[in-house]
């Protein structure tokens, strides 16, 4: 199993340009997230799904599209990037939502700049 | 609401002492808590999780921690540090009012001198 990987691992983009992190599994997993981690802040969750089709926003949505079209793939779209995202992006699976003592697993994350 | 309060934002200890990581939490439910580790320019690593099957929770590499409901405490610990524990970590916790989404401290960056 790859596990949870992620593409790029590093982007630099000016403001107003578009792109696409990507992210997928390979472990089934119905729930995955996305959470961008800021120096001193901890991890902050962007979206989250909680099985194709489904889709929800978390702690800090703005900015941020996401889609689940199939199990395996949760790309976040970034439709008019700023500097305020700059940041490290994670994204996690579990095998469910509901389930209170889940472990979620972190792919190697994507580090952004935008100038 | 629930949220995790990381005591140390930097702890720096001698190859071989003992380690102390400090976390709260708030929680209106029976919480779920979990340490996670972050080594340098990698995603997170799950330590351990509190299940409610055990105050007393071990981890990977000698890591423990210890759920103490009335001082609303969850502190990470272990008894000689080694070099390769130098990293970054984070307390998360997990409830009904969260929906069980991750609700993640500040994190706390341990240095380990030699």
């Known amino acids: 199993n790859a596990g949870v990987t992620q593409t790029p691992k590093f982007q630099v983009l000016k403001t107003g340009q578009s792109m696409t992190l990507q992210c997928a599994q390979d472990?089934?997993?119905?729930?995955m997230s996305w959470y961008r981690q800021d120096p001193g802040m901890g991890l902050r969750l962007i979206h989250y799904s909680v099985g194709a089709g489904i889709t929800d926003q978390g702690e800090v949505p703005n900015g941020y599209n996401v889609s689940r079209s199939t199990t395996e793939d949760f790309p976040l779209r970034l439709l008019s990037a700023a500097p305020s995202q700059t940041s490290v992006y994670f994204c996690a699976s579990s095998y469910s939502s509901g389930f209170l003592y889940n472990e979620q697993f972190f792919g190697p994350g994507t580090r952004l700049t935008v100038l | 609401a629930q949220s995790v309060t990381q005591l140390d934002s930097h702890v720096s200890v001698s190859e071989g002492t003992p380690v102390l990581l400090r976390c709260n939490y708030s929680s209106s439910y029976s919480p779920s808590l979990f340490w996670y580790v972050q080594h340098p320019n990698k995603g997170l690593q799950l330590l351990l999780k509190y299940t409610s099957a055990a105050t007393l929770v071990k981890g990977i590499n000698g890591f423990e921690a210890e759920f103490k409901k009335s001082e609303t405490s969850f502190h990470l610990t272990k008894p000689s540090a080694h070099m390769s524990d130098a990293a970054e970590y984070f307390c998360v916790v997990s409830d009904l009012d969260s929906s069980y989404k991750l609700i993640f401290g500040s994190g706390t960056r341990l240095l380990v001198r030699p």
């Open positions: 472990m089934n997993h119905e729930y």
